[in-house]
């Protein structure tokens, strides 16, 4: 079985050849895309991303099945893994061994948010906070280096502290039982 270190050299000679295409100039913007659907019968949320799937559900008190995270349980879960991740990256990068890594993200979120008597209370998952658990030989100086270079340099965790505009559109499309009973309401 493999180690944790044995997957850093490996992640260091992707990030490298990914720095070198940067510094080439042959890197650039990737879009991104998401794609979600509520099923029927049991309003699910199926996330579809590249190749994957990844289901959304509420849990039995919201109308739901408990049949997977809800979309701010996911949020705390996508935070976690890019911290994750950003924490690999530059471990790899830096030549920081690292025995073992986990981030534990925590939050709340309350129902009562917004409504009357509520105002100050956020509608959002709000006190957020990760915990890094680092098993690593390092000193503690590489260590608490590591940290900031992932805090400078986290996607996830820079959107969630500099929120930016998101442009919105609807696109309605009437149903084919509305079409139905307008084209019964025309000929009737």
């Given at each position: 079985?493999?180690?944790?270190?044995?997957?850093?050299?490996?992640?260091?000679?992707?990030?490298?050849?990914?720095?070198?295409?940067?510094?080439?100039?042959?890197?650039?913007?990737?879009?991104?895309?998401?794609?979600?659907?509520?099923?029927?019968?049991?309003?699910?949320?199926?996330?579809?991303?590249?190749?994957?799937?990844?289901?959304?559900?509420?849990?039995?008190?919201?109308?739901?099945?408990?049949?997977?995270?809800?979309?701010?349980?996911?949020?705390?879960?996508?935070?976690?893994?890019?911290?994750?991740?950003?924490?690999?990256?530059?471990?790899?990068?830096?030549?920081?061994?690292?025995?073992?890594?986990?981030?534990?993200?925590?939050?709340?979120?309350?129902?009562?948010?917004?409504?009357?008597?509520?105002?100050?209370?956020?509608?959002?998952?709000?006190?957020?906070?990760?915990?890094?658990?680092?098993?690593?030989?390092?000193?503690?100086?590489?260590?608490?280096?590591?940290?900031?270079?992932?805090?400078?340099?986290?996607?996830?965790?820079?959107?969630?502290?500099?929120?930016?505009?998101?442009?919105a559109e609807i696109r309605h499309t009437a149903s084919a039982w509305d079409k139905l009973e307008e084209e019964h309401a025309i000929s009737?």
């Open positions: 079985m493999t180690t944790l270190n044995h997957y850093l050299s490996e992640k260091r000679s992707a990030v490298l050849a990914r720095e070198a295409l940067i510094t080439a100039g042959d890197a650039g913007p990737a879009a991104l895309a998401a794609k979600v659907s509520a099923e029927g019968r049991s309003g699910v949320r199926r996330i579809r991303i590249r190749d994957h799937q990844i289901i959304s559900d509420s849990p039995p008190d919201f109308a739901g099945y408990n049949l997977g995270p809800s979309s701010p349980e996911l949020q705390l879960g996508v935070l976690g893994s890019c911290v994750t991740h950003i924490f690999l990256i530059h471990a790899a990068h830096q030549q920081v061994p690292v025995d073992s890594l986990e981030v534990e993200v925590t939050g709340k979120i309350d129902p009562r948010g917004g409504r009357p008597g509520y105002e100050d209370i956020p509608i959002y998952p709000h006190d957020i906070g990760y915990t890094v658990h680092l098993v690593s030989p390092a000193s503690a100086e590489s260590v608490q280096a590591l940290f900031e270079t992932v805090e400078k340099t986290c996607p996830i965790l820079n959107l969630l502290k500099n929120p930016q505009t998101i442009r009737g």
